[in-house]
C-alpha cells in the first residue's frame, strides 16, 4: 500500500472552501488527509514549498484523436500533454475514426486509456450516429460504457428535434449535453470572425450569430426538456448575456470558455498564421472582455482547453485550407494565470474552481476536490517561475500553438494521479 | 525576409510615389516601340500562377523582358501543384534554383504572406484571393495621374462586387493613403459594413446614383461568379441596379472616368457604349500595367 505526502505548499480546495498553508496526504490513491504538520511515516514526499497545491484539474473538452488519426495525436501523447500542462483528468470528445458512437468504441478509449496513462481518461460519446446529426447513437450504452456527457461537437446537431429527442434521453442517463454552437448555414465557408478584420484581410467570416442563433435554440430546448445543457467554448458576448439569463430563470445550463477566446483577438490574423485558425474563431475585443467577466461573475463553470492537435503538414498550408484548432494542454494555467490571476480580475482560488469544481459539477464527477476520501488527484502550480512555451517541445504530437515562445509567468509544477507522481516539471 | 510587394496597407505614401514616379519614366513615347533596358540583366523573375490570368501574366512578363530580365512562367495546371505538392514544398523547389523574385498570383488570401515568412526570396504579390492585388492598385494610380494632377481631394466610386475584389481593397489603401474620397457601391450582401473601416475616408452606398454623384473616376469591378457562393440578387437584376450605363455619367464630373480592372464583360458590369466612350481609360489601364511592373520589379531587384 503506497503513500504520498504533499508537504510545504499552500492548499487550495475550493470544495471546502479551505486556503491556507497544509499538507495532504494520499493513501493507496484516496485522500485521507489535509492539515497542517502531518506525521506520514514510510510515505514518499513531495515537497511543495513555494506552490499551490490544488484538487487535480480537469479539462472537459480534449481531442485525442485515437482511434483513427493517430498521427497527429494518440490517447498515450495526448494524456502525457496533460499531465505536463496539470490536468489530471480528461475528456475526449467523439470526433474519431470511428466516432465515440458506439459502447465499442467508448470501451475500446476506456481500455487503451487503462494501458497507457494514469491520467483519467473519460470520454465523451456521440449525440448521433456518425454524427450525422440524424439518429440518437447507442447513449444509453455508451453510457454503461463510460461516458461522462454527449456531444456531437464540430458537427454540431442542425435538427432541433433531434436536438430535443437528444436531451430528452440525456435526462434518463443524467449526463449533460455539450454542444459546439454553431448555425453551419450560417458559417458555411467561413475562416475567421466576421468583422472589420475578415473585411481587411479578405478572409471569410463568422458571424458571431452563428453561435448565437444556437446558443439560443439550445437554451430554449433545454427549458423545454429540462435537460441539462452545456455549452462548448462559449466566445460571444451575446452568448455570455444569453447564458447569464437563462441562468437566471432556472434554465439548467453550464458553459466553458477556452483559455485563447480570454487571451487573444482577431487581431492576431494579420499574418494568416494558421496557428489562430479554430472554432468558434478568435472573437474581437468586446468578446474577451464579456468571456472574461462572465469568468468574474460566475457565469461561467470551467475553463477547457479543446486540445485539437493537427499534424504540422495540415497546418503548412494556405490559411483557407488549414483544419480548424490548436492545441491548448499545456499553455492552460499559464494562460489563465496571466489574464485572469495576474492582471487582478479574479483571485486564484477562483482560478482552481474554473479547472476543478467547475467541471467537476457539470459533468457530476466525484473528483475536484481534496476531501478525504476524494480520489487523490493533485495539481501542483506556482504563481511566478519564469517560463517560454516552446511548441517543439510538446509532449503533445503535434504543435499547433498560437502561443509557441510565449513568456510565462507561473505554471504547472507537478501533476499526481492517484497518489502517483505522473509529471513533474524539470529543475 | 527580404522585401518584396505583398500588399499596399503596408507601403508608406513615399514608398507609392516613388514607385509610380519611376513609372511614369517607363511609359511608352508614344506612337513607338519600347526600347529594351539592361538594368535587370542576369536577374531571373519566376512568375507562378496558381489562378487564370492573361493580363496580368502577360504583364508581367513584358514588364521583366523589358528590362533585361529572364522570366519563366508556371501555370498551377500541369505543375507538381497537381500532382499534390504543398504549396511551401513547391516554393522552396523553386527557391533552390535561385530565382531572384517571384511574381505569385494565389486563390487563397494571404498565400504569399504565407510563404514569405518561409522563404527568403522575395515574393511579388500578383493577387491573393480576395485580399490584394498592390500593383493593379498602382497601375490604377498612374493611370488616374495621367488625367489629373493628384490623388488628393478626388472623388473615387467603386462599383461592384467589393466583397470579393482584391483590385478594391488594394486600391481602397492606397487612394487613402493620399486623401481622397471613396464611395464603394454594390448590393448589400457583397458590400460588408465593416468595409467602411478599411481606411479614413470610405463612404458605402447602395445605390448607383448615390455613388456617380460628383465622381471624378468610376471604377467598375468584374462580378466574381467563381467566388460568389450565392447569388447576391435575382440573376438579370445585377446589371439593371449595378451595371454602368452612358446615362449614369450625366451624374459624374464631367471630365470623369471611367477604369475597370478587366477582363470587362460587357453588358454585364457595365453596356457596350460605355466601354467604348471617350471616358474609358481601360486601355490606358493595361499599358501602365507594364510600366507599373518595371518599376515594381526594378525596385525590388536593382
Known sequence: MSSLLIFGGRVIDPASGFDGPADVLIRDGLVEAVGRNLEAPGASRFDAAGAIVAPGFIDMHVHLREPGIEHAETIETGAKAAAAGGFTTICCMPNTIPVNDSATVTSYIVQRAREVTRVNVLPIGAITK????????????????????????????????????????????????????????????????????????????????????????????????????????????????????????????????????????????????????????????????????????????????????????????????????????????????????????????????????????????????????APGDVTVFDLDHEWIFDAQQSCSKSKNSPFDGRHFRGGPVATIVGGELVWQRAQ | MSAGLLDIESLDRSEIEQILERAKFFQPPPNDTYRRLESLKGKTVVNLFFEASTRTRVSFEIAARRLGAETLTIAAQGSSVSKGESLVDTLNTLAAMRPHAIVMR???????????????????????????????????????????????????????????????????????????????????????????????????????????????????????????????????????????????????????????????????????EVADSQKSVILNQVENGVAVRMAVLERILS
Open chain 1, 130 to 373: 456518425g454524427s450525422l446529426g440524424e439518429e440518437l447513437a447507442a447513449i444509453g450504452s455508451m453510457r454503461e460504457a463510460g461516458i461522462v456527457a454527449i456531444s456531437d461537437d464540430g458537427r454540431p446537431v442542425m435538427n432541433s428535434r433531434v436536438m430535443r429527442r437528444a436531451m430528452e434521453l440525456a435526462l434518463a442517463f443524467d449526463i449533460p449535453v455539450i454542444d459546439h454552437c454553431e448555425d453551419l448555414n450560417l458559417s458555411a465557408g467561413g475562416d475567421m470572425h466576421e468583422g472589420p478584420q475578415s473585411v481587411k484581410l479578405g478572409l471569410r467570416g463568422i458571424p458571431s450569430a452563428s453561435e448565437d442563433v444556437m446558443v439560443a435554440r439550445d437554451l430554449l430546448l433545454a427549458e423545454l426538456t429540462g435537460a441539462r445543457y452545456h455549452v462548448a467554448h462559449l466566445s460571444t458576448q451575446r452568448s455570455v448575456a444569453m447564458v447569464a439569463f437563462a441562468k437566471s430563470k432556472g434554465i439548467k445550463v453550464t458553459c466553458e470558455v477556452t483559455p485563447h477566446h480570454f487571451a487573444i483577438t482577431d487581431e492576431e490574423l494579420g499574418t494568416y498564421d494558421s496557428n489562430f485558425r479554430m472554432k468558434p474563431p478568435l472573437r474581437r475585443d468586446r468578446d474577451v472582455e464579456a468571456v472574461i467577466e462572465g469568468i468574474v461573475s460566475g457565469v461561467i463553470d470551467a475553463i477547457a482547453t479543446d486540445h485539437a492537435p493537427h499534424a504540422g503538414s495540415e497546418k503548412m498550408q494556405e490559411f483557407e485550407r488549414c483544419p480548424f484548432g490548436i492545441t491548448g494542454l499545456e499553455t492552460a494555467i499559464g494562460l489563465s494565470l496571466s489574464e485572469l490571476v495576474h492582471t487582478g480580475r479574479i483571485g486564484v482560488g477562483r482560478m482552481v474552481e474554473l479547472f476543478t469544481t467547475g467541471p467537476a459539477g457539470v459533468l457530476k464527477l466525484n473528483r475536484g476536490t481534496l476531501k478525504p476520501g
Open chain 2, 106 to 272: 494565389h486563390g487563397a488570401s494571404g498565400a504569399p504572406h504565407f510563404l514569405a515568412r518561409h522563404l527568403r526570396i522575395p515574393i511579388v504579390n500578383a493577387g491573393d484571393g480576395t485580399h490584394e492585388h498592390p500593383t493593379q492598385a498602382l497601375l490604377d494610380a498612374r493611370t488616374i495621374l495621367d488625367h489629373r494632377p493628384s490623388l488628393t481631394g478626388l472623388r473615387v466610386a467603386i462599383i461592384g462586387d467589393i466583397a470579393h475584389s482584391r483590385v478594391a481593397r488594394s486600391n481602397v489603401h492606397l487612394l487613402a493613403k493620399f486623401g481622397a474620397e471613396i464611395v464603394l457601391c454594390g448590393p448589400p450582401s457583397l458590400l460588408p459594413r465593416e468595409l467602411a473601416d478599411l481606411a479614413p475616408g470610405v463612404q458605402l452606398a447602395w445605390n448607383m446614383t448615390d455613388a456617380i454623384q460628383g465622381a471624378d473616376v468610376i471604377m467598375m469591378l468584374r462580378v466574381q461568379l467563381e467566388r460568389q457562393h450565392e447569388a447576391p440578387m435575382a440573376s438579370g437584376e445585377y446589371f439593371r441596379f449595378y451595371g454602368l450605363r452612358l446615362d449614369h455619367l450625366q451624374l459624374a464630373k464631367p471630365n470623369v472616368i471611367v477604369m475597370h480592372p478587366g477582363p470587362i464583360n460587357r453588358g454585364r458590369e457595365l453596356s457596350s
